[in-house]
């Protein structure tokens, strides 16, 4: 008897076009007699009869289960909605709003594109990107608006604000604001006149550009009136000042110049700390921040012992001190004061653990009780200055009571060391002979010096410290007050409540040989804001 062949079934493609048997049946790679089955991952003989036995196996008609059209949940379908065009531009408009503008923006904005779209052929045929929108500014609208601004300056006197600055490629740049009264608008206008590049930063070279610079204006410089400006030497140099250069060398003999009172304020406290208190009280604000501001996970450690002492509160945040604004240590000495006992817990605590050398400087510094004296101190008198320069900060002040609050920050700073019986004007003389013997350096500080406990001759060099940075403090206030300040004391009669007041009266100025301007308008009509004497009759 002959023996059989043995006859090997290979897979069939036919078979994936069977209802029963497609989206899962596939030939097995690397074996043509095998067949694999994409839902149970698995593979078999290709044989017919082996693949309905495959179909009718409880793991496949498990794996199968998801897959069945006849058991699948259909999915709900939602009649598809037109956009409202107008909406979809306003989502646009959102969108480039919130990731390249200011929400302020939007108000402009938007009517702008109004405006501009208002015909339908614009929008269409509108191309506009950053090469073209910058000289589109820079040759068309720069020009017409600045000959706009100069047609309404007119032939009338004006006075400019300055300020130096250094861009990004470290080229020098002399920034400058038109101050001027507008005839169109009836009111004083300060608005921007230009960016003008700087050769050098010398005194000669800004007033060279300077004055370039208004000749393409087609600006005067004999209608210049003063300049205002920070208080850099180069600016404001008796010798070769950018003010001094314009008097002598371009003709303008009548040039008044206005130093920035708030960075006057500034150099003169600064000046004041350096000559008289401790390099460590700025070193140890300066460096609590630092400690701080490195590390998250100091500041977790920090949370959690001040809301252990302090019933759950969340401490404040220790605040930066600036580099050219020393004045910025108030706020920062304010908030360490407040939290003086928890972050002296907090460095103890840190030095025995961390052993950081950092920690244990930090630890001792606010272990000293003369630290938190000097501390106390700075907050009291750097308050009255912070309260001044808030005044000629704001926007809605009466500038001709602006004085008022340099001369009273001035009497009230001296008055700390000051003897009361001295009979000296401090507007006008230095206080270093009239001397208090006992001088009372205000209520914080006496307070703090009787609760702490500190020895005699501490607590006498603390005391010494402070009366020597008030001296200095006072002297450097003195010396910033303007060189007109007798005329300046009696600008008071043309404010609006003293005008419009019924009850007048000028004795007091009449008396005074400083003000012959105003006794010469006293009896003139057409001058009202100056009051009448009672005794006199104005027909």
């Known amino acids: 008897m002959a023996q059989s062949k043995l006859y090997s079934q ?26 694999y089955c994409l ?88 191309k506009m990107h950053r090469t073209k929108c910058t000289e589109m500014i820079n040759g068309v609208l720069a020009p017409y608006f600045l000959k706009k601004l100069v047609a309404d300056v007119g032939d009338q006197r004006f006075s400019l604000l300055l300020d130096e600055s250094t861009d990004v490629s470290v080229s020098k740049y002399l920034g400058v604001v038109i101050r001027y009264f507008s005839n169109t608008k009836q009111t004083i206008v300060s608005t921007f006149l230009g960016l003008v590049q700087l050769e050098g930063g010398d005194a ?7 004055v370039a610079f208004l000749e393409k204006c087609c600006l005067k410089k004999e209608k210049l009136l003063g300049i205002g400006t920070d208080n850099a030497s180069v600016m404001t140099g008796n010798k070769n000042g950018v003010h001094k250069v314009l008097k002598e060398e371009y ?7 206005i130093r920035c009172v708030c960075h006057s304020l500034q150099l003169a406290v600064t000046h004041a700390s350096n000559d008289t208190l401790p390099r460590s009280v700025e070193y140890l604000v300066r460096e609590t921040y630092n400690w701080f501001s490195v590390s998250p996970k100091r500041r977790d450690a920090y949370k959690a012992i001040y809301e ?48 950081c050398y950092m920690a244990e400087v930090l630890h001792s510094m606010y ?12 907050k009291s008198v750097l308050g009255e200055v912070q309260l001044a320069i808030k005044a000629f900060e704001g926007e809605q002040v009466d500038p ?103 009850s007048k009266s000028l004795g007091e100025i009449e008396k005074n040989s400083q003000a012959p301007w105003l006794l010469s308008c006293r009896y003139r009509q057409d001058c009202p804001a100056v009051a009448f004497h009672p005794s006199e009759k104005v027909e």
Not at 452 to 472: D, G, H, M, W, Y
């Open 39 to 126: 839902y149970c991952k698995g593979d078999f003989y290709a044989k017919l009869s082996d693949i309905k036995k495959h179909v009718k196996t409880q793991k496949h008609t498990q794996k199968a289960k998801p897959y069945d059209s006849a058991t699948q949940s259909k999915l709900p379908l939602f009649k598809t909605k037109t956009i409202d065009p107008a909406k979809k531009a306003e989502a646009i408009m959102a969108l480039a709003m919130a990731e390249h503008c200011s929400m302020l923006a939007c108000d402009h904005i938007g009517e702008a594109c109004k405006a501009a779209f208002s015909d339908s052929t614009a929008a269409e045929h509108f």
């Open 204 to 210: 000669r070279s800004i007033a060279q550009a300077l």
């Open 308 to 355: 252990t002492i302090n019933c759950g509160e969340q401490p404040f945040q220790i605040t930066k001190v600036c580099a050219t604004r020393w004045l910025s240590i108030e706020p920062a000495v304010t908030r360490i004061l407040d939290q003086w006992e928890a972050l002296k817990l907090h460095f103890a605590v840190t030095k025995s653990s961390e052993h």
């Open 251 to 257: 003709g303008i003999k009548d040039l008044v110049l």
């Open 400 to 502: 001709l009571k602006l004085l008022d609050s340099l001369v009273s920050l001035i009497k009230s700073v001296s008055s700390r060391v000051l003897n009361p019986l001295a009979n000296i004007d401090v507007l006008k003389e230095p206080i270093d002979g009239y001397i208090s013997p006992s001088p009372y350096l205000g209520y914080l500080f006496e307070t703090k010096a009787a609760e702490l406990l500190l020895a005699p001759e501490e607590k006498n060099q603390v005391r010494k410290r402070c009366v020597a940075f008030t001296i200095s403090l006072t002297h450097g206030l003195r010396l910033r007050l303007p060189d007109n300040i007798e005329a300046l004391q009696y600008m008071f009669v043309f404010n609006v409540e003293k005008t419009l007041n019924h």
């Open 367 to 378: 272990s000293d009780p003369q630290n938190i004296l000097y501390l106390t101190f700075l």
């Open 10 to 35: 290979k897979y069939r493609k036919e078979w994936e076009s069977n209802p029963e048997y497609k989206g899962w049946l596939k030939p097995f790679i690397g074996d043509d007699t095998r067949a």
